[in-house]
């Protein structure tokens, strides 16, 4: 089993600071890594793919970096709809895809 | 763009099946594979399996014993079955589209099914 985890569990940032959030993986992964953002009472939304493709629709003040191991969701700009908890999901391992406990990003 | 909804029993008794169905619309079930997630109540989320529209399927070792998952492409539609459930399978369940490179695009709302007597 490949277990994700992330930091910090929780991020507080005021509007319009950055925030970096982390995901790694206990083995590698190379690029198939996907980021979730979940709002409360809310499904989860595909936010990144391939570790650093936004998704259609996702604003461009969302970006994803790494590979293997290690990898980042970065949001430049905070704007208060951005406020929710950010899942990472390996899909490497199709025998048991994982995910990460979650970040959730609240209001400084 | 394709929608998911998800329906079945709120309310599930100990020992007994968890039942769901997921409904498709805005596209064809006959392409992509197709997921159940679940999340307790404040947790995250688990990965519960997939079923691609020709009905091979891949589980979650943890839950294999006890999940079926099954299609109907006649219908748009997809099932859970998860047997012997306890307490600890209250959750939110949801049905999602996995792409062909595994990530999950398209997200039903999902439902809570409570484990209880």
């Known amino acids: 089993e490949i277990v994700m985890t992330q930091s910090p569990a929780t991020l507080s940032v005021s509007p319009g600071e950055r925030a970096t959030l982390s995901c790694r993986a206990s083995?590698?992964?190379?690029?198939?890594l996907a980021w979730y953002q979940q709002k409360p009472g809310q499904a989860p939304r595909l936010l990144i793919y391939?570790?650093?493709t936004r998704a259609t629709g996702i604003p461009a003040r969302f970006s994803g970096s790494g590979s293997g191991t290690e990898f980042t969701l970065t949001i430049s700009s905070l704007q208060s709809e951005d406020f929710a908890v950010y899942y990472c999901q390996q899909y490497n391992n199709w025998l048991l895809f994982t995910f990460g406990p979650g970040t959730k990003v609240d209001i400084k | 763009q394709v929608q998911l909804q998800e329906s079945g029993p709120g309310l599930v008794k100990p020992s007994e099946t968890l039942s769901l169905t997921c409904t498709v619309s805005g596209g064809s079930i006959s392409s992509y594979y197709w997921s159940w997630i679940r999340q307790p109540p404040g947790k995250g989320l688990e990965w519960i399996g997939y079923i691609y529209y020709s009905g091979s399927t891949n589980y979650n070792p943890s839950l294999k014993s006890r999940v079926t998952i099954s299609v109907d492409t006649s219908k748009n539609q997809f099932s859970l079955k998860l047997s012997s459930v306890t307490a600890a399978d209250t959750a939110v369940y949801y049905c999602a589209r996995k792409t062909y490179t595994g990530y999950l695009s398209d997200w039903g709302q999902g439902t809570l099914v409570t484990v209880s007597s």
């Open positions: 083995q590698s992964v190379s690029s198939n």
């Open positions: 391939g570790a650093s």
